[in-house]
């Protein structure tokens, strides 16, 4: 009898932890996009962002990476996140219009911040005309004006003494598109500052059709390199990864994309960043200051130089030959005062420039 009430007690006090962990809240929640927290871009980017304004403040957070990459797996981590008592859901990327257009409806008394994407946008190429997305007064949606850094980018790589670069791109969706044809602006705009013969300034451009790591990425970028491009412009996640693996295999260099990765590998001289950190912590204080109505929700903001939205990286960590801060602080306030108009189109070849971009299929 003793043994048994001994057994007893053991399991019940398995149980009864086992409960109380299962009934740990977490009042601020973000849920991951391809990749995890350590991605060095984008879900690195917005965490750092929360864990340093709960860890400030000392607001209990949690990250959770759905179980797949689709709308249900999405949704099902937003239902999970606020079954354990998040107030408010950061997600990383315009994949989850979708879902948040689901869940802000679903979850009014919950607040949700969507970065690089807007909920709005959710069905912008069904045409259904009943699938509308929305954007509701419990959300708020950042996105950022890609094309400004983009262009900077390409700029900064042609000052530095690149004519022939290019720009390896992941999926064709908006921000990477705006990226591109930023940079091919900011080629052409530092050529022609330079006096250059825009016959010597080659651009090659190309999208891989998806944000992965892999042996088709690597090998694509090494032939470019093959080419005589000196510089890539890798704009797609992980897609990054496979350019620096080929620029240290064929003496290239590399522009980062979203964060600073001049850490991932010594061929990496900039990186054309957004402010991904700094905009999940500004809407954190916004949420808890009591600013939500009247500053963020149910608002589209588009963060640019003027806001400090994007920039590139010059300074400790760059590895430029030539080009350095006061190359850079001229050009960037140009975009601040407007001087420089970056007239985007639908496809490359629909852009009205001088200097050559041949595309890669």
């Known amino acids: ?11 019940l006090g398995v149980f009864l932890l086992s409960s109380c962990k299962d009934q740990e809240t977490y009042t601020i929640a973000m849920i991951t996009d391809i990749g995890g927290i350590d991605d060095k871009s984008f879900n690195q980017g917005t965490w750092e962002g929360v864990k340093q304004y709960a ?12 179980t797949g990459m689709d709308t249900d797996a999405y949704v099902a981590a937003i239902d999970l996140a606020v079954s354990n008592g998040a107030k408010i859901v950061i997600t990383p990327g315009f994949l989850f219009e979708e879902a948040i257009n689901i869940c802000q409806k679903k979850h009014p008394t919950v607040k949700f911040v969507l970065i690089d994407g807007n909920p709005a946008n959710a069905f912008a190429f069904d ?41 390896m791109g992941g999926k064709a969706v908006p921000a990477v598109v705006r990226y591109g044809q930023g940079f091919i602006f900011g080629v052409e705009y530092a050529a022609k500052e330079m006096g250059l013969n825009l016959d010597e300034v080659e651009i090659k451009y190309h999208y891989t059709g998806d944000f992965e790591a892999n042996q088709k990425n690597e090998t694509t970028a090494a032939t470019i390199y093959n080419q005589g491009t000196t510089i890539i412009f890798a704009c797609g996640g992980a897609v990054g990864q496979s350019v620096m693996a080929a620029a240290e295999e064929k003496n290239g260099k590399v522009i980062g994309v979203d964060v600073d990765q001049s850490a991932e590998s010594e061929t990496v001289i900039t990186s054309a960043t957004k402010g991904i950190g700094i905009s999940a912590y500004r809407a954190l204080e ?41 190359m850079y602080e001229a050009i960037f306030q140009k975009l601040v005062d407007k001087k420089i ?12 420039v001088d200097v050559t971009v041949s595309m890669i299929k």
């Open 1 to 11: 009898m003793k043994k048994f009430l001994l057994l007893f007690v053991a399991v």
């Open 55 to 66: 860890e400030e403040y000392g607001i209990s957070h949690k990250y959770y990476k759905p």
């Open 127 to 167: 045409e259904d005309p009943d699938n509308d997305g929305t954007l509701e007064k419990n959300t708020y949606s950042i996105l950022f004006a890609e094309e400004q850094v983009g262009f900077l980018a390409g700029y900064a790589a042609v000052k530095d003494g690149h004519k022939k670069v290019a720009f």
């Open 286 to 326: 916004s949420f808890f200051g009591g600013d939500w109505d009247e500053e963020v929700g149910g608002k589209s903001v588009i963060l640019d130089a003027e806001k400090d939205g994007v920039g590139l990286v010059v300074g400790e960590t760059s590895r430029f030959a030539t080009f350095n801060q006061a």
């Open 341 to 352: 108009e970056l007239d985007l189109a639908n496809s490359e070849d629909q852009l009205d």
